[in-house]
């Protein structure tokens, strides 16, 4: 099992360009979550889904659009990028929410210049 | 709010050294905890998860408690070593599908 895959590991964008992040985890996990890590702030959620089809608002959604077509996926969009989203995006699934410890990816390390 | 707070932000400590981490929590009306670790560069692991209805769990070197009451939670390392160099972050969670809200983590280092 490859657990939680995280595409690209890192990227530089222009002030208003967009991408999007691509989440993987072949654990059949029902949930999966967003987060940003920034220094001296921790972890925050950013968006999460609860299944297949569905997507929630986390702490800090705001510049940020998700989607989960496939359960095994969940894309993270910038759809136009600022240099407050410079920051390391992790990707996160649980089989059912907090029920069962999360499992992690290694990130994404997104500098927007 | 939920607030999770770990201090100290940094420690240090030579190899051999029994130590403790400690977790705070503001509410605890709290559904589980979990311990992680994260290695510089890398995504967060799952180190232990202890539900609001225990009281420890244990791995290997590691323990974790919970005492729900005074809202605290600490992580017990024994004979520390140098690769358990990282931070290690708590988290708590009010609801089997509730989301986890996070401390800022404990950078360990254990000296040679």
């Known amino acids: 099992n490859a657990g939680v895959t995280q595409t690209p590991k890192f990227r530089v964008l222009k002030t208003g360009q967009s991408m999007t992040l691509l989440c993987a985890q072949d654990?059949?996990?029902?949930?999966m979550y967003w987060y940003r890590q920034d220094p001296g702030m921790g972890l925050r959620l950013i968006h999460y889904?609860?299944?297949?089809?569905?997507?929630a608002k986390g702490e800090v959604p705001d510049g940020y659009n998700v989607s989960r077509l496939k359960k095994q996926n969940f894309l993270l969009g910038l759809e136009s990028a600022a240099p407050s989203q410079t920051s390391v995006y992790f990707c996160?699934?649980?089989?059912?929410?907090?029920?069962?410890?999360?499992?992690f990816g290694p990130g994404t390390r997104l500098t927007v210049l | 709010k939920q607030e999770v707070t770990q201090i100290p932000a940094a420690l240090s400590v030579p190899e051999g050294e029994n130590l403790v981490l400690n977790c705070s929590f503001t509410d605890s009306a709290i559904y589980n905890l979990q311990w992680f670790r994260q290695d510089p560069g890398k995504g967060l692991t799952s180190l232990l998860l202890?539900?609001?209805?225990?009281r420890e769990q244990t791995s290997g070197r590691l323990n974790a408690s919970l005492d729900k009451s005074s809202g605290r939670s600490t992580l017990y390392i024994a004979a520390s070593q140098p690769g358990d160099s990282a931070t290690y972050l708590c988290?708590?969670?009010?609801?089997?599908?509730?989301?986890?809200?996070f401390g800022k983590g404990i950078t360990l280092s254990v000296r040679p």
């Open positions: 654990m059949n996990h029902e949930y």
């Open positions: 202890i539900q609001s209805s225990q």
């Open positions: 988290a708590v969670s009010p609801g089997a599908n509730s989301k986890l809200t």
């Open positions: 889904s609860v299944g297949e089809g569905t997507t």
């Open positions: 996160a699934s649980s089989f059912r929410g907090a029920y069962n410890e999360q499992f």
